[in-house]
């Protein structure tokens, strides 16, 4: 879409600068603004340009930072009709909003309007979202796959924060302590088995380790990270894509931009709070091909208990909230460790029953109760044990007295005590306020 904005503005001779840290999709042969018969000029970190006299450029941001001194280039901002950010939630484009003219028009593309803990609230560059569609949507009308969520919660109650982030490290230790990397292997292999796979590791040690232990096991398997030489990071991902049943374990490096559309499974082997990046890195996965229209998450990090289902609908603003919305509660299936919402009763990927909890099955008592006429609580209450007469005065709104006075008997008061945990002292004193209240009338 933003290359379509930038087509338009280019051939009205508008001057355009794409910010983008994947220049890679849209620069390729067959990328996006090749799409759109239009052609950018680079700034490239290691080319001096002798002018910026052009209508369409593309950069990244690091570069275009390191540079905004350079009185040519403040002119180049300045002069600017057009400035697209891609992945427009990312910090690192913050600091060229000070060097824009007032008749540039900012445009922010990214599936993540979010920002969160100490980041600056994206309210003070933009002034509007315009969600042109959700991802749910784009699962009903066939252009994402439909993901099917799995997991395996993990105790991080003893992890440290930092900025707003899991500390990775004290993840990778508890995965180690707890010898995660054989349970990844044994779900990958019972409910994915031989399908093309991404694992989002919390750090190199850890990712290699996993790799090492998958490789052990005769699985194909390659593991990078941002240390990997630009010639072996290219030989790796060529052998993912051309090996079918490939898998590649990552370390912060394949979250956003990496488009594989054969990918069949994503393997979230870290914990993290920021829904952008859980967003990002389960996305890896969503991509459409005329043999694929589904998709795996499994989660080792309690990422959805977190932050929901990959594809449940959510509101997006530029204010940073205060206070984290609530996630709809889920729960695991026993049979197929599938993850899905907490009311459903019939796992849809193994079609396990679940039977209602007694707490269940007292709340929809309890409404039913709500219901009954002021007659009909006079013929419940005929035959109501104590535990019934709760369930009524709690449907009812009655108050506690209303509960001992129909306690009939001296044993029906002994029962509820003990039921309740109370003294015998509150036996006794119910029993003499009944005395009182017989003498008075």
Known sequence: MFSYMAMNAVNKQKKVLILSNRLELLLQSGGTLEKFGIKPLEIKPNKKIKNLNGILYVGMSQTIKRRINDEMYKRFISELDLLIIDEAHHQDHNFIMQHIAEKTIVIGATATPHREGNQVSLDLFYKDIVEVTTISELIDLGFLSKPHTFGVKVDLSKVKTKGGEYDQDQVAKVYDEVKMYHGVYENYTKITPNKKGIIFASNI???????????????????????????????????????????????????????????????????????????????????????????????????????????????????????IEGVAPVKDCPECFAIIPARTMECPECNYIFQKSEREEEDELIVELSKLSYQQIKDEVKTADFKRLEQIAKAKGYKKNWIY?????????????????????????????????????
């Open 405 to 441: 006075f129909h306690l009939k008997t001296e044993k029906d008061l002994i029962d509820y005590a003990a039921y309740k945990g109370y003294h015998q002292n509150w036996v006794n004193y119910q029993l003499e306020q009944r005395e009182k209240n017989a003498i008075r009338n």
């Open 205 to 323: 040690a850890s990712s290699i380790q996993l790799v090492q232990d998958f490789k052990n096991k005769g699985l194909p398997i390659e593991h990078i990270d941002g240390t990997t030489p630009a010639p072996e990071r290219k030989r790796i991902l060529e052998w993912f894509k051309e090996t079918p049943n490939a898998l590649i374990s990552n370390v912060g490096i394949l979250n956003a931009g990496f488009d594989e559309p054969n990918i069949e499974v994503v393997i979230l082997y870290r914990a993290t709070k920021s829904i952008s990046l859980f967003l990002q890195m389960c996305g890896r996965g969503s991509r459409v091909t005329e043999s694929k229209k589904d998709f795996t998450i499994l989660d080792f990090g309690n990422n959805v208990q977190r932050h929901g289902f990959w594809e449940q609908e959510r509101q997006w603003l530029l204010k940073k909230k205060k206070k």
